[in-house]
């Protein structure tokens, strides 16, 4: 049958990301259906994707949600009211059954699927969309298949596939031009899952708690294609890439012996590294680490559930500087644990972290399958039937995000290297600008201080 993909995704900050979501559901149904690929970054308006709708005539549109929302209390933004207007242009322009899926999906599946009206929904794995449209081309009822939901039954997130399916990467130009006009930045898998238990967090239960790994050969011939596609930068969107050290290792190493040229960044975990860890990235290309730290302060990072204390961010901010790479800390206030005293901690211990970019995120949205939802029913602050999509922020005994934002604010001023939340619209408009000066990937080091 003909299956038309859309990437829903129109948020471009702080930069535009490549769909590469997308990429995966589309080689999984390539083989035995005809396949279009469109992006709303590109498309620009529903009556283009009207147009296109109409011209390929699809018996299933499927459609990827990646963001919900940017998760930003100082500069909020919503994306679902966007994807309804979505799912209406389908509607209007064809029959076609509609199938929702992506990562936005995945942790808000059966509000989705409500609020926007949909036939089916895949949470989790997208490649499991080959044995719905199996399922829906033979006239097969589709309920109760792995990971698929339908209107009538509401179905539960499939366990999560056995090995990462292997990237089949055939650019399509229009769609890379796009991206590589803009920072030249492409990205790439190494592995699927996250075993740590951080509690506000998503990512177990949209990639699985089991960590499965694309062997390093083959992540680093993708990386090579990526490169040789044009790619002038590589984010690695694993949800932790350090959280196994051998494996990263020998990722980075085989990037190494392929002769990849190009640079490189990934989420990291300040977690004590082996010696010599992140010399071995940095000799590999690595040139920017992004850590999830959160807090600086040992109860809280206590509370939060983290796999770290203060001393070893410490410790992975200087192993990480001294191989020479760019250095981001990404920071979480508010949480459960946090007061006055907590946060001045963090604030004081972020001044003494040298050369390095802070983003800080005044408030922690609840997501629904994590340990700080059931903490937020259990203190009576959220609902059992409330819907979520809307984003809710724990409500701190001690602290409002908003006496939490003013106080980030008053320390960072005169800092241009600590930055609320991803910088909001005017990061993005200036990084978009330097982006069409030439410049190339994540940007923030013009920022380090
Ligand atoms: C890496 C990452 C980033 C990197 C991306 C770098 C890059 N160049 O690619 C950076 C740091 C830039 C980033 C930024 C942001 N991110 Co982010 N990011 C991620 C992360 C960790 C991985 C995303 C990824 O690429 N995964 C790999 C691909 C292969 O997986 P996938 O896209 O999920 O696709 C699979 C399935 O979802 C499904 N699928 C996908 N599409 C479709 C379509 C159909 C039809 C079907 C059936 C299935 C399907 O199948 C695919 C293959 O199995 C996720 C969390 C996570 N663990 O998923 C958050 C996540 C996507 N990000 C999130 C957010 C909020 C943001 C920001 C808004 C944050 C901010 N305030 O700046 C921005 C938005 C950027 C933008 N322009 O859109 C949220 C989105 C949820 C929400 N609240 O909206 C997530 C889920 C994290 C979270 N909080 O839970 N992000």
């Known amino acids: 049958m003909k299956i038309l993909l859309v990437s829903a995704n129109t948020n471009t900050e702080p930069y535009a990301v490549y769909p590469l979501g997308i990429e995966y559901v589309a080689a999984a149904v390539a083989d035995h259906h005809r396949v279009k690929v469109v992006d709303m970054n590109i498309l620009g308006s529903t009556a283009a994707l009207a147009d296109e709708i109409r011209s390929f005539d699809p018996a299933l549109v499927g459609i990827g949600l990646r963001n919900v929302d940017n998760t930003d209390v100082t ?3 919503g994306f679902v009211d966007d994807y309804r207007e979505l799912v209406a242009t389908v509607r209007e322009n064809s ?8 990562s936005g999906f995945t942790i808000f599946a059966r509000q989705m699927m409500r609020f926007l009206d949909a036939d089916y929904g ?10 719905l449209a199996k399922a829906i081309e033979s006239g097969r009822d589709p309920a109760g298949m792995p990971g698929v939901m339908t209107r009538r039954d509401a179905g539960a997130i499939a366990p999560p596939l056995e090995r990462v399916p292997r990237r089949r990467f055939t650019p399509d130009d229009s769609v890379l031009a796009f991206y590589l006009r803009r920072g030249g930045m492409l990205n790439l898998q190494t592995k699927r899952g996250c075993r740590f238990r951080c509690v506000y967090c998503t990512y177990p239960h949209i990639e699985g708690r089991r960590m499965r790994y694309a062997p390093p050969a083959e992540a680093a011939r993708t990386a090579l294609a990526l490169q ?17 050290f051998e494996h990263s290792a020998a990722v980075a190493q085989a990037f190494k012996d392929a002769g ?13 590294p082996p010696a010599g860890y992140y010399e071995r990235l940095a000799e590999a290309g690595m040139t920017h680490a992004e850590f999830g730290t959160e807090a600086l302060c040992d109860p809280v990072l206590g509370a939060y559930r983290k796999p770290f204390r203060t001393a070893d961010v410490f410790r992975a901010h200087r192993a990480a500087r001294e191989a020479g790479l760019h250095v981001a800390h990404y920071l979480l206030l508010a949480g459960p644990g946090e007061t006055p005293e907590t ?7 972020a001044e003494k972290l ?8 005044c408030g922690m949205r609840i997501y629904p399958h ?8 259990r203190e009576g602050q959220i609902s059992e039937n409330q819907s979520l999509l809307t984003p809710v922020y724990y409500r701190n005994a001690h602290l409002t995000e908003a006496a939490v934002t003013e106080t980030v604010r008053r320390r960072s001023r005169g800092r241009l290297n600590w930055v609320l939340g991803a910088g909001g619209p005017q990061t993005a408009a200036l990084m978009s600008r330097m982006y069409r000066r030439g410049y190339v990937g994540p940007l923030w080091e013009y920022l380090v201080r």
């Open 354 to 361: 040298p050369r390095c970019v802070l983003f800080f995120f």
């Open 95 to 102: 029959r076609a059954v509609v199938v929702l899926g992506g």
């Open 122 to 131: 895949v949470a989790g794995e997208g490649e499991r969309l080959a044995q």
């Open 343 to 349: 946060l001045s901690r963090t604030l004081d211990n």
């Open 260 to 272: 990849l040229k190009i640079p490189w960044g990934a989420f990291l975990s300040p977690t004590d």
């Open 75 to 77: 500069t909020p933004k």
């Open 228 to 244: 040789d596609a044009g790619a002038r930068f590589l984010f690695i969107t694993d949800a932790v890439f350090n959280a196994d």
């Open 370 to 377: 994590t340990d700080l939802y059931t903490t937020a029913l």
